[in-house]
């Protein structure tokens, strides 16, 4: 049974930090792209990161890119997102994804075939 559990995720003041974790489980994600995606109330799921599986190629939502990095370990299957100078519009649940897609960023849902269950991060002004 395929797993990706994501960790980290709570409570923070704009300008603080947070890391994201992503633990997947069941099967080789050997070539995966693993992403971060976001869901705020009301919205629809958005794209925030993605990492190739050497970990050569990032790709960020323009509105992240230089306070969020994401990065991956793969001996332990495991994908991060470093969330720094955090605002209130970062307020959303976090989704991680695995998909073996192969185009430019990979920044669309359906490019990805599992998913976490999600976790809240909360950012107060």
């Known amino acids: 049974q395929v797993q990706l559990v994501e960790s980290g995720g709570g409570m923070v003041q704009a300008g603080g930090s947070l890391r994201l974790s992503c633990a997947a489980s069941g099967r080789t994600f050997s070539g995966y792209v693993m992403a971060w995606f976001r869901q705020a109330p009301g919205k629809e799921r958005a794209f925030v990161a993605s990492i190739t599986w050497s970990g050569g190629r990032t790709y960020y939502l323009g509105s992240v890119k230089g306070r969020f990095t994401i990065s991956r370990d793969n001996p332990k299957d495991t994908v991060y997102l470093q969330m720094n100078s955090l605002k209130s519009e970062d307020t959303a649940v976090y989704y991680c994804?695995?998909?073996?897609?192969?185009?430019?960023?990979?920044?669309?849902?359906?490019?990805?075939?599992?998913w976490g269950q999600g976790t809240q991060v909360t950012v107060s002004s």
């Open positions: 994804a695995a998909g073996l897609c192969s185009g430019y960023g990979c920044g669309d849902f359906t490019d990805y075939e599992y």
